[in-house]
């Protein structure tokens, strides 16, 4: 401790090392160890079983695959918003600067709600699709529409102040030096905002796994199709199933601290490489 | 390539940003625009960059009318004040940019893309930095990567919009020259901004003065110190003191509301009276500042101060303390209505 401290100008650094672990404990790291605790009571085998069981399994392949799919969406059309919102002025700017964060306010019971009625097959929008025979609620489809919808803040929230910061200036550099458009985006812009817009994408992906409330109204919650892992996990919370509750949230939990921690590494490295 | 601007216009909103401005800027040449903040010198070299649209007037680059045309298609070199690097590129990419966003059938392979860079980073005296980020260079050395990435494009016109602005003074004198030896090179037509009159004077060949969106004058360095068009340039270039006939008929040698203008080293100062021309007046204050000696006379009867400089030698011939009385008589004026 002594050698971190005489490098450090700043006072209170004891204080304030000592309060960041305090409270990192209480809010985070003593809820997820209650967790793993539960958990140890099925032992070894116990976990396994309920790990490897065709239904956890498949309900972990929905959440993960929708989510990252609605992470994808979110980071392309986001990027899109963020984009016209920094760049052009037009009549109800801020107006719709502050819709983007709706979706954070909104209750996601209501925002699933609201989805599932729209998108059902008699739904205004959901008619349109039925048209063409696809079934958009009651799907994986459907679950991928919620989880863009209440993921969507994040990535324009991250990618906005870093796009306001690239200087117009340096795109003007570019293009008095000869870059087209394209060029002016792919080698000066996106290379700027690229971490910024990795951390949306992270946002939103985790904030996807764990969504539940908007998802279970329009997923249909059919087993293997169109089931996610929390509400298995609910599940078998009412059935007072606690320790397999807890295993099936440890798995999700392992997951998905392995791809955030990827997602980061894979930032650091980026960062790294433009070193500032 | 020689430039030529003919009745160009430029308004944003209310704001007449230029007014009916007309130029010539010759081949070769290293024109300097200069003017206080806001005269529209900046925009008018945007406009010629392509970077912003004239609402009116010609823009001819070699008789032809470019005002149509992209930045991009223009091939002109433009430096900003803040460098505007890409921070994410190594400075050697930073320089090959412009070589490498060529289209296919023009661009140089990486061996002559490589050999370029080096020999430009070699002319800014910078190849050593080659490897490192923007942000680990001082902002002298930054610029002068700037200026190296705008020549890789082997620009027909360089334009520097306040180059210098951001930097220390010591810098920013040593890049002056640098800039100016580095034009007798290259021989590229170029035009700078600055608000800065010494920086003007000291490296251009002519100098454009403006304000409020007009010319005021075009000249060589020394006309538009020696012989000021207009009271705005009097003032704008080097210090003057203004006498009005009501108070000082007889410098002004007319009647009728007219001022004279005349620079602090074009008065006589001495404890004898000359002339009847001479006014009398009291030293306030006198300090000797370097090479010359500065004094502010108060002339009796009035509550202005005559801010005068003399060289030392004629500072030593008849020294002088605060309270003096003593006779000022100008030996240049310049009278405006």
Redesign the interface.
């Known amino acids: 401790m002594a050698q971190f401290r005489a490098h450090s100008v700043l006072p209170g650094f004891n204080l304030a090392l000592g309060f960041t672990l305090l409270y990192f404990s209480l809010i985070v790291l003593i809820p997820l160890s209650a967790l793993f605790f539960k958990t140890a009571t099925l032992g070894w085998d116990g976990f396994v079983d309920v790990a490897s069981s065709e239904r956890v399994l498949a309900s972990l392949r929905v959440t993960f695959f929708t989510s990252f799919a609605a992470a994808v969406i979110n980071a392309f059309f986001g990027l899109i918003v963020a984009w016209v919102l920094v760049r052009y002025s037009f009549p109800g700017k801020k107006l719709v600067d502050a819709l983007v964060d709706l979706p954070f306010a909104l209750p996601t019971a209501v925002a699933g709600i609201v989805l599932a009625t729209l998108y059902a097959p008699n739904g205004w929008l959901g008619q349109y699709f039925a048209a063409y025979d696809i079934k958009v609620a009651y799907t994986p489809l459907g679950i991928v529409v919620a989880l863009t919808f209440i993921g969507l803040p994040f990535v324009v929230r991250t990618v906005q102040p870093v796009l306001a910061d690239v200087?117009a200036?340096?795109e003007?550099?570019?293009?008095?030096?000869?870059?087209?458009r394209l060029?002016v985006f792919r080698?000066?812009i996106f290379?700027?905002i690229y971490p910024a817009l990795l951390t949306g994408f992270a946002l939103a992906f985790a904030r996807a796994i764990g969504e539940y409330g908007s998802v279970i109204f329009i997923a249909g919650n059919m087993p293997y199709i169109s089931e996610i892992t929390p509400l298995l996990i609910v599940a078998k919370l009412e059935q007072y199933d606690y320790a397999g509750a807890t295993a099936i949230a440890v798995l999700m939990l392992l997951i998905s601290f392995a791809l955030l921690l990827s997602i980061n590494a894979l930032q650091w490295w980026s960062s790294r490489?433009?070193?500032? | 390539m020689s430039i030529s601007i003919e009745n160009l216009n430029k308004r944003f909103g209310d704001h007449v940003a230029l007014n009916d401005i007309n130029l010539e800027v010759k081949s070769g040449e290293l024109l300097a625009l200069l003017g206080p903040s806001g005269c529209g010198k900046t925009t008018l070299l945007r406009i010629i960059g392509g970077l912003d649209v004239a609402d009116s007037g010609k823009l001819l680059v070699n008789g032809l009318d470019i005002a149509q045309r992209d930045a991009r298609e223009r091939n002109v070199g433009f430096v900003f004040q803040h460098y505007a690097l890409f921070r994410h590129m190594t400075v050697f990419e930073n320089v090959a940019f412009g070589l490498r966003v060529k289209p296919r059938k023009e661009r140089p392979s990486d061996a002559e893309i490589k050999r370029r860079v080096t020999h430009l980073l070699q002319l800014v005296q910078l190849d050593w930095v080659a490897d490192r980020f923007p942000s680990q260079l001082s902002g002298g050395q930054r610029q002068r990567i700037a200026l190296a990435r705008a020549l890789a494009v082997e620009p027909k016109i360089l334009l520097l919009d306040e180059p210098f602005g951001a930097l220390d003074a010591k810098v920013r004198k040593e890049l002056r020259r640098w800039l100016r030896q580095l034009h007798d090179e290259l021989h590229i037509t170029s035009v700078f901004v600055t608000h800065d009159q010494e920086e003007a004077l000291e490296v251009a060949d002519r100098v454009v003065v403006m304000n409020h969106g007009k010319v005021e004058q075009i000249g060589s360095p020394d006309e538009v110190y020696a012989t000021p068009a207009s009271p705005f340039v009097y003032q704008f270039i080097g210090n003057v003191n203004l006498f009005h006939s009501r108070i000082h008929s007889a410098w002004t040698e007319q009647h009728g509301d007219a001022v004279a203008y005349v620079r602090p080293h074009d008065i006589d100062i001495s404890h004898t009276q000359q002339d009847n021309e001479a006014l009398a007046g009291e030293i306030k204050l006198i300090r000797a500042v370097g090479a010359i000696v500065r004094a502010e006379v108060a002339v009796a009867g009035s509550d202005e101060l005559v801010e005068i400089e003399l060289s030392r030698e004629r500072f030593d011939a008849e020294p002088m303390v605060n309270g003096d009385r003593v006779f000022i008589r100008p030996r240049q004026v310049r009278v405006f209505e």
């Open positions: 200087e200036e340096v003007e550099a570019a293009a008095s030096l000869g870059a087209g060029d080698r000066v290379p700027a490489r433009g070193a500032r």
